[in-house]
């Protein structure tokens, strides 16, 4: 399991909106600093690498990552979903990319 203590601001500056994130496991967020979904509790840590920001977003409070979205320099942006599987593996699943603007 990745923890964002691991990741000094989770700054991956190989993550971008070609990654691959089958190997990066669970994601434990911290110390998330935003409130995305507006009910009160932060949930979501914005943060950049050297290609891209990303939004990581804790939806169900549970201290892991649910889901990322990324975009990169160039607009291009891309979202996973972290997913448990019903045989108990978990694995991120791509579920949205494309270009803003072009």
Do not use: C, K
Not at 29 to 58: E, F, S, Y
Not at 60 to 82: I, K, N
Request: proline share 3%; charged share 25%; glycine share 14%.
């Amino acid at each position: 399991m990745v923890a964002s203590g691991d990741l000094p601001g989770l700054d991956l500056p190989n993550l971008d909106t070609h990654s691959e994130l089958g190997a990066l496991g669970a994601v434990e967020l911290t110390h998330p600093l935003q409130d995305i979904d507006g009910d009160g509790r932060l949930d979501t840590l914005t943060t950049n690498g050297d290609r891209a920001m990303h939004v990581w977003t804790d939806l169900d409070h549970d201290g892991y990552a649910d889901h990322v979205t990324v975009v990169d320099e160039g607009g291009d942006y891309a979202a996973w979903e972290f997913r448990h599987n019903t045989d108990g593996t978990s694995e991120w699943v791509r579920t949205d990319g494309g270009s803003l603007g072009g």
